[in-house]
């Protein structure tokens, strides 16, 4: 089965932190993703990798950043932490190739910015 | 206007009951259409996809596309209490294989 792990459940920052969230998967997937989702908005994309040190913005990059330095692991960086970036943060990972291939996704990391 | 819609819910229904979970879109390209579970403090995970119009069934869980109605549904036969998770719709357009579009989900809780 795959498995995305996402480095934590629960977190808690500071208004105008740096804060980074990792991400990682066992498949050897190309494709990984970083959404976040909200009451009534469902899940949109922040941004995506579809490959080693490539990504391309989503639908809501504002305020974020990303790094994928080796295949397995996807980081979601915010630059400046505000309070409307409280949010549940859901990453997920994909074979590149085929149109019918799913996205696994992990467990979502719940963050809350004071 | 969303590009998906769908009804947040709650649906409760009695266990044994014929639920029936459903999302409309407003874009002609979409083609794949999936349907992902997600429960409480966890992460979505794909329960169907099929592509283009028609029906998918898989145990007790049928999907059904209308592309001219641009209209999806899940039926989900003898619901039972472990069927009881936010039900997720999305979507892929055809010029595109990597964007997702979801519904925002409904709530289903299934009573013993």
């Known amino acids: 089965d795959v498995k995305v792990t996402q480095s934590s459940r629960y ?7 740096k804060v980074f969230l990792e991400c990682v998967q066992d498949m ?5 993703f970083w959404y976040r989702q909200d009451p009534g908005l469902g899940l949109r994309l922040i941004y995506f990798s579809y490959d080693v040190k490539m990504k391309e913005k989503g639908d809501i ?30 990453c997920a990972s994909r074979h590149g190739q085929g149109f019918n291939q799913p996205q696994h996704f992990g467990d979502g990391t719940r963050l809350s910015i004071l | ?15 044994g ?23 409480s403090r966890k992460g979505p995970e794909l329960l169907m996809y099929t592509y283009s119009s028609g029906n998918k069934e ?14 999806i549904s899940l039926f989900i036969r003898d619901s039972q209490p472990s069927d009881s998770a ?18 925002s989900g409904t709530r289903l809780l299934v009573r013993p």
């Open chain 1, 61 to 90: 990059p504002e305020g974020y950043s990303v790094s994928r330095e080796k295949k397995e692991r996807f980081s979601l960086i915010l630059e400046s932490a505000s309070t409307n970036q409280t949010s549940m943060y859901l």
């Open chain 2, 86 to 103: 936010t039900y997720l719709c999305a979507m892929r357009p055809m010029d595109s294989s990597y964007k997702l579009i979801f519904g």
């Open chain 2, 17 to 39: 009951a014929i639920v029936s979970l459903n999302c409309t879109y407003s874009n002609s390209a979409f083609q794949y259409f999936m349907w992902y579970r997600q429960y």
């Open chain 2, 58 to 71: 898989d145990g007790r869980f049928t999907a059904q596309v209308d592309k001219s109605s641009k209209y």
């Open chain 1, 28 to 32: 050897d997937h190309e494709n990984m």
């Open chain 1, 11 to 17: 977190l808690v920052k500071r208004t105008g932190e």
């Open chain 2, 1 to 15: 206007q969303k590009e998906v819609e769908q009804d947040p819910g709650p649906l409760s229904v009695p266990e």
